[in-house]
């Protein structure tokens, strides 16, 4: 896929299937998850590739082993706030409203 000069700041969702990403000359500050691809992405003068060359010595494989262990991090304190509301007395009435405003939304 090339989508070179296009002033593109983000990616949509790409398949694993794809094999090539030549993507130069945009905006782009982050890529969707292509950790379990095999992809080969170009992306030079973006501003994501200054942030891989600075952070990640330039390895795209680093950089989503990264995101992809610190969306993991950010899923589980979720998830244990999820947790804290829903047992604890004092949210009681958020987790009340939250049902409810489900229910109305769904039902």
């Known amino acids: ?13 790409i398949p694993n299937t794809l094999t090539q990403l030549w993507c130069c000359y945009n905006n782009i500050y982050s890529f969707p998850d292509l950790s379990n691809s095999l992809i080969n992405i170009q992306h030079f003068c973006n501003p994501i590739c ?17 995101h ?7 899923i589980n304190k979720i998830e244990n706030w ?3 509301c829903k047992y604890n007395p004092k949210y009681k009435y958020c987790r009340k409203r939250l ?5 109305d939304l769904y039902n």
């Open 1 to 13: 896929m090339y989508c070179h000069n296009n002033n593109l700041s983000i990616l949509p969702e």
């Open 50 to 66: 200054i942030y891989i060359n600075t952070y990640f010595d330039g390895d795209t494989k680093k950089y989503f082993e990264h």
């Open 99 to 103: 049902m409810k405003e489900y229910d």
């Open 68 to 74: 992809k262990k610190t969306k993991k991090q950010f």
């Open 82 to 84: 999820f947790l804290d």
